[in-house]
């Protein structure tokens, strides 16, 4: 995106317009968006990334 059209995400919402709060799509969206990033991870995918981190310490 280029961020020249208005209403684009990234320019601020013209006065007037609807804001994530105001708009249900918006707000639904966000609201999966916040359970999905406060969920835990599995413990399978932890275990996946400590032991690249151990492979990353062994080889530099």
């Known amino acids: 995106m280029t961020g020249d059209k ?17 708009d249900p799509v918006l707000r639904n969206l966000k609201a999966v ?3 999905v990033a406060a969920a835990d991870l599995p413990q399978h995918f932890l ?3 400590n032991k690249l981190d151990e ?3 062994r080889n530099g």
């Open 55 to 57: 492979a990353e310490k």
């Open 47 to 49: 275990d996946l990334l």
């Open 33 to 35: 968006y916040d359970e």
């Open 6 to 22: 208005k209403g684009s995400i990234h320019t601020p919402p013209e006065e007037g317009k609807l804001s994530h709060d105001d």
